[in-house]
């Protein structure tokens, strides 16, 4: 993208969060703009549309309604960028993106001394460069005002506080080259696109390499390496990274559903549940998948290829 056409979309992204929101905020406490009503969609269906078989088609509707949201609603003209990894994953706040110029989508955040390292399953992610809130960019002093929500996933089976109530704070960032350079490198991008079928899709995108113990992929490594708010499994959409990081994912997920029309096109694995337990009900191209306020419900088969039904759209 041209200088011009980066600051037109964060333009457009400021302008949705100036926008009154289609929830009410007496049942959405949190909900304060048009952003936030992205938000709660994402929090209200986090625990069907992620470690699931609702992850990519659910989150490509979700970033092609994002799109439209900003042309139809804030007069942007450009499209859904994406955050290309590998080309600056050794040094993210170098990065076009995320370096605090005005055409960046803001940077690191203010040093917080008491950011800890993070340890699970076998591996230790060392701490980021940051920390603390963004003070400089098109997003300096950004509010968000939905979450954090705890990082365990295992310890609720619906959506935990704080839910929708109302928590103002800043967006939160911790450049992390470490994360982002052994988890969205080029080696993982061409293991990704080679992949045999969709559940070894799924495996390298969310375990890589494959271990029960969740050793990040490239959608975890992406949220990892930029800091708090993009850690929050329910309220990342908070970061005005994550349509970008997903507008990659829905990029890789596109180009190797295009290699093989015949076995890849319609292929779906997993369940509507989080982490497909063994009574999750299987997704099928009949699976509705929902929306909120945001669009009608949907079919999973209305979003399997990305020029049908409407989306009509493709990467180069
Ligand atoms: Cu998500």
Known sequence: MTPTERKSYTDAVLCLARKPPRLSTALYPGVRSRFDDFVATHINYTLHVHYSGLFLPWHRRFTWLWEQALREECSYTGYLPYWNWPLWAHDLKHSPLFDCSETSLSGDGEYNPGEQSLSGGGVTLPRGCGGGCVRCGPFKDFQVHLGPFSRDLTSFTDIPSPGFEYHPHCLNRSLNNFVSSNYDNETVVSRLLSSTDISDFQLVLD????????????????????????????????????????????????????????????????????????????????TVM?????????????????????LCYKYT
């Not at 990892?224 to 990274?241: I, N, V």
């Not at 890789?252 to 076995?263: F, N, P, T, V, Y």
């Open 207 to 286: 375990h890589w390499p494959a271990r029960p113990d969740g050793v990040l992929g490239p959608h975890g490594g992406g949220h990892f390496s930029l800091g708090s708010t993009m850690q929050d499994l329910f309220a990342s959409p908070q970061d005005p990274a994550f349509m970008l990081h997903h507008g990659m994912i829905d990029r890789l997920w596109a180009m190797w559903q295009s290699k093989d029309e015949r076995h890849r096109r319609y292929a779906l694995n997993g369940t509507a549940t989080i982490l497909n337990p063994p009574w999750g009900k299987p997704v099928a191209l009949d």
């Open 290 to 310: 929902e929306f909120g306020v945001l669009d009608q419900p949907c079919q999973i088969k209305e979003v399997m290829d990305p020029m049908g039904h409407g």
